[in-house]
């Protein structure tokens, strides 16, 4: 398996432009989290999916932001409008569900994104 | 609620000195508790993991952590610090609900 495959891996972008951030989780996951990652705040969980179907969103920092799962291989993180505060590194992990063994999540190498 | 707390934002050690990454955590739960490792500009990979079955935990390039629930702890050692070890190091706290907590991270640097 080629792993959690998250594109593109770098994006700039202007102020005021619509981003939209993508994933392919691990076949066979059916748990799929989006994550992102500053200095000042460190990793915040931004939302999960279960079985395709949101479970907890609250981490979404507002309304801008969006994320949707149409099926089993694939999920994207859209921020509409974006701005300079949304710089961050977005990772996208996936994993197995839960059997008593915690499996652990399995990260994507990231989208570092650039607002200016 | 749960929570983790690194206790160490940086550490230093010399090459081939033994390595300990300090982790507390506070859990209602049975917790399961995780290691991850991120190299500069790379994504965060799994070290090694505590699920409720041996206390000493065994990972990969030669790290290990043991989980004491008396101190509520989960430290993370190594013999002997290799340079490739140079990392951040993250802590994280697990329950019942999917939910990962991740500690603030400790930055390794490893002098030669």
């Known amino acids: 398996d080629a792993g959690v495959i998250q594109s593109p891996r770098h994006e700039v972008t202007e102020m005021g432009q619509e981003v939209t951030l993508r994933c392919k989780p691990i076949s066979g996951h059916d748990y799929l989290f989006w994550y992102r990652q500053t200095m000042m705040r460190g990793l915040e969980l931004l939302i999960y999916?279960?079985?395709?179907?949101?479970?907890?969103d609250s981490g979404m920092p507002e309304d801008r932001f969006s994320a949707k799962m149409p099926n089993a291989s694939f999920s994207t993180l859209k921020i509409q409008p974006s701005e300079p505060r949304d710089s961050a590194v977005y990772f996208c992990?996936?994993?197995?569900?839960?059997?008593?063994?915690?499996?652990?999540?399995?990260f994507g190498s990231g989208t570092r994104l650039t607002v200016v | 609620a749960q929570s983790v707390t690194q206790l160490d934002s940086h550490v230093s050690v010399s090459e081939g000195t033994p390595v300990l990454l300090r982790c507390n955590y506070s859990s209602s739960y049975s917790p399961s508790l995780f290691w991850y490792v991120q190299h500069p500009n790379k994504g965060l990979q799994l070290l090694l993991k505590y699920t409720s079955a041996a206390t000493l935990v065994k990972g990969i390039n030669g790290f290990e952590a043991e989980f004491k629930k008396s101190e509520t702890s989960f430290h993370l050692t190594k013999p002997s610090a290799h340079m490739s070890d140079a990392a951040e190091y993250f802590c994280?706290?697990?329950?019942?609900?999917?939910?990962?907590?991740f500690g603030t991270g400790t930055r390794l640097k490893v002098l030669a």
């Open positions: 994280v706290v697990s329950d019942q609900t999917y939910k990962y907590i």
């Open positions: 992990a996936s994993s197995l569900a839960w059997t008593g063994g915690g499996y652990g999540y399995t």
């Open positions: 999916f279960n079985n395709n179907v949101p479970i907890d």
